[in-house]
T-cell receptor, first 111, second 114 residues
Framework: DARVTQTPRDKVTEMGQEVTMRCQPILGHNTVFWYRQTMMQGLELLAYFRNRAPLDDSGMPKDRFSAEMPDATLATLKIQPSEPRDSAVYFC?????????FGPGTRLTVT | LAKTTQPISMDSYEGQEVNITCSHNNIATNDYITWYQQFPSQGPRFIIQGYKTKVTNEVASLFIPADRKSSTLSLPRVSLSDTAVYYCLVGELNYGGSQGNLIFGKGTKLSVKP
């Protein structure tokens, strides 16, 4: 049963520190998404890639967030420097047509 | 971008059929309707997708009228484990066009009681 994996599952860090979240999409999926979920804002699309090329990152705060796909098996989302308002659950998803398969998420807490 | 409107919450009892309606008045010709389910502390999970009329799978049915301005997700004989948030999304296949199928909104929180 193919699944999207994310690491770490939980991350607690102090304001100003760099945070890197990793995602392994399902093999064969050509599109990878990053979402952020908070109680106030719900699920927000941050960025997505197709065939490893960024298609849209308009949902990301450009000054501190960056997303990359170094290869087809790894997607990363980096926050530098982190701020308390970045505290949220970050989901990675992958897909190849219309359905998105979500990972378990990374719960980030910035103190 | 086809905006969707769903009830914020619904209550039901075990064994009942639940129908959640989503309005999408400005749906485009190429748009499909997709529903996801999200349990607490998990990522959303695809339930069903359709373009018109009726689609059924082992989990749910999706009813779409001829004008496609709304759709209804039907969950037969719900159980406590169906308590979750249900999202309706509208957009083109392959996440194209307006990418409406990447906009999750607030969803409908379904609470199933014993």
């Amino acid at each position: 049963d193919a699944r999207v994996t994310q690491t770490p599952r939980d991350k607690v860090t102090e304001m100003g520190q760099e945070v890197t979240m990793r995602c392994q999409p399902i093999l064969g999926h050509n599109t990878v998404f990053w979402y952020r979920q908070t109680m106030m804002q719900g699920l927000e699309l941050l960025a997505y890639f197709r065939n490893r090329a960024p298609l849209d990152d308009s949902g990301m705060p450009k000054d501190r967030f960056s997303a990359e796909m170094p290869d087809a098996t790894l997607a990363t989302l980096k926050i530098q420097p982190s701020e308390p308002r970045d505290s949220a659950v970050y989901f990675c998803a992958s897909g190849s047509g219309y359905e998105q398969y979500f990972g378990p998420g990374t719960r980030l807490t910035v103190t | 971008l086809a905006k969707t409107t769903q009830p914020i919450s619904m209550d039901s009892y075990e064994g009942q059929e639940v129908n959640i309606t989503c309005s999408h008045n400005n749906i485009a010709t190429n748009d499909y309707i997709t529903w996801y389910q999200q349990f607490p502390s998990q990522g959303p999970r695809f339930i069903i997708q359709g373009y018109k009329t009726k689609v059924t799978n082992e989990v749910a049915s999706l009813f779409i009228p001829a004008d496609r301005k709304s759709s209804t997700l039907s969950l037969p004989r719900v159980s406590l484990s169906d308590t979750a948030v249900y999202y309706c999304l509208v957009g083109e296949l392959n996440y194209g066009g307006s990418q409406g199928n990447l906009i999750f909104g607030k969803g409908t929180k379904l609470s199933v009681k014993p």
